[in-house]
């Protein structure tokens, strides 16, 4: 069920260009240094085409809540994605919003020097100045008022969020918000489903951090369940 992207509207700075790029499920909200829209959807074709090519000739891929093994040869997306789901021990479609994410903003970034591609509450950075974003957990009394402070030096940058509560996205948990950050965006995307799915009530927020941090190629994780939060690793939060 599509649920409308609200948070979208919360935007303050106003150094960049925003704009929307839909094709199918893919609904990205971008910005850059100036409008890239048609490139943006060119991308999104470029990055959705080999993926659903490959998902029709294995619809297990498509299905499955564990990791899959794929070909050498099979396509980068699949190939990011398998490799995510294996780190975070996940099917391979708990990455695929990262993943889209990241290989489309990738693309832009020929043309901009900052990128900011966020894909259903997927983000993927590459940014000159100091970045803040907002948590967004839902009913949770954190929700517009703590936030991650990203440096330029630590991008490109994956910044996802997976929730029992909020969203289309399949969760097993109830965080209110489970954040990962990792170089990786489908990497980042995969460890928050894992984490995500760990939290049951506000007394696994300290396993399931843990569970983050061992998740290779993981460098922060922020953990939102009702009225408590964890952090971990390399992850700034400030107040708004």
Known sequence: MYEKRTYRHDIKDLDLVSFQAVIKETDLYIRASKDLSVEAVAAINEVREPLERYIRGHPIFLHSLEPLPVEKDAPEIV????????????????????????????????????VIVENGGDIFLKVGSKRIIAIYAGGSSFTGKLAIEVEPGRTPLGVC????????????????????????????????????????????????????????????????????????????????
Not at 171 to 178: E, F, I, N, Y
């Open 79 to 114: 190939q990011r994605m398998a490799q995510a789901a294996r780190l975070a021990n996940v099917g391979p479609m708990a990455a695929v919003a990262g993943a889209v994410a990241q290989m489309v903003g990738e693309k832009l970034l020929q043309w901009s020097a900052e």
């Open 161 to 240: 969020t997976s929730s029992g509560k909020v969203g289309p996205s399949l969760s097993l948990g109830l965080a209110d918000a489970a954040v990962v950050l990792a170089p990786s965006t489908a990497l980042a995307d995969a460890a928050a489903t894992a984490v995500g799915n760990r939290v049951r009530s506000v007394d696994d927020i300290e396993a399931a951090l843990v569970l983050g941090q061992s998740i290779r190629g993981v460098t922060g994780i922020v953990i939102v369940a009702g009225d408590r939060m964890g952090a971990r690793g390399d992850v700034k939060l400030v107040e708004i």
